[in-house]
Structure formats: C-alpha cells, structure tokens
C-alpha cells in the first residue's frame, strides 16, 4: 500500500498491558497495511537525531523515577535543549527528543507506533488512532509465562511490575492522565475476549469507519 503525499499518512499508536499482545497486534497491523512498525528502535532513531547515545534511551525507555508531575504543553515538547546545556541528556529532554522523533515518523510516513506516551505526542493531529490493549492478569501471565519459559510467579511479577512502571511513565509525561482511562483512546481491545487475529480485524475496521484506510 503507498502512503501517498504526507497529509494522506495516518498513525496508530499502541498502549498496551504487558502480555495482552499489543506487540503481536501492533506487527500484524504493520503487516497487512505494509507500512513500518517502530517500537524498541524509536531508542536508535533518537540517539540517531540528538547524537546522544543509545543506551541512555535503553536505559530511559518507558521508565520513570520518581519526581512531581508535570504537564507537558506542545511547547514544552518542542523545547529541546541544545547540547551544551547540562540537562541535555536529562530524562525529560530525552523524552522531548523522542517525542520529536515520534512526530516525524508520523508527519512523514504511515506507521504503528507502540507506547512512549506516542498517543499523547501526537495528541490533536489529523489521521491519528489511538488503542489501548489489555487483558485480565490471568491472560497476561499465561502469555507471558509461555513466551519467556519462566515461572507463574515470576510471570505475575513481570507483568504487574512492567504495567506499574508504563502507568507511572504515562501519568508523569501526560500531566497526570491515566494509562487505564478509556477515555485517552479512541478504541481500547480486551484480547482475552477475541484473541489477536480478530483484534487486528477490529483495527483495520476501524480505521476504514474513521476513512483512513481505502483499499
């Protein structure tokens, strides 16, 4: 499928519980569409726009310690500091960094793009769909425990603690939203209902009733 001129492009962003097959979804979608699907390598296309080092937007990725809440404005996002600035490599310009990278991505081109707040970045732009995937904890950690070989227990353990630390991340860099609330998306999928075939169907629906999708 052609993307066609940049104002025809439209974006997917993905939150998503961990194991509720958001990642599995968010492929599938990139997939069908033929378009590229960005995830962990929206940490090398930073460190290839800032100079910074990869590792520290490794290290940064969907992770927040713990401080105040602040919102975020558009200008906020756009204020990225210049290299000789001592908080050049802070964790707030650091996701301003990224926050530019993601909007590009979606001004350039059609594309899936999975968590790091990408939503809220591109918050108010046209041709935009916003999905949360979930699942109840059970689902998640049978998933989890299958794909990585571990432990029940340490199946929960993951799960609860990577979804503790997405919400802490999206609560500080939206000014407070919750990760939870439907009523930051446009369209929120319980897999544990119809599996990721038919979440991905649910999806390309969607975009088609939205008119962002002609085939």
Known sequence: MENGQANNNFCVTIERGFGSGGKTIGVMLAER?????YDRDLSRLSSEFSGINERFFVQFDENVRNR??????????????????????????????????????AQQETCVIIGRCSGFVLRGKPNLLRLYVYAPLTVCTENVQERYGVSLSEARRLVTQTDINRRSYFKYYTGGL??????????????????????????????????????
């Open 33 to 37: 569409l033929g378009v590229e699907y």
């Open 68 to 105: 105040l809440f602040r919102k975020y404005s558009k200008a906020d996002l756009e204020a990225i500091l210049s290299p000789d600035d001592e908080k050049f490599v802070s964790d707030d310009n650091l996701f301003r960094l990224q926050a530019k990278v993601i909007s590009n991505l």
């Open 178 to 215: 919750d990760w939870y609330d439907a009523q930051n998306y446009d369209l929120c999928i319980n897999t544990a209902e119809i599996g990721f075939e038919k979440a991905a169907d649910l999806v390309m629906a969607a975009l088609r009733i939205r008119g962002l999708l002609h085939e």
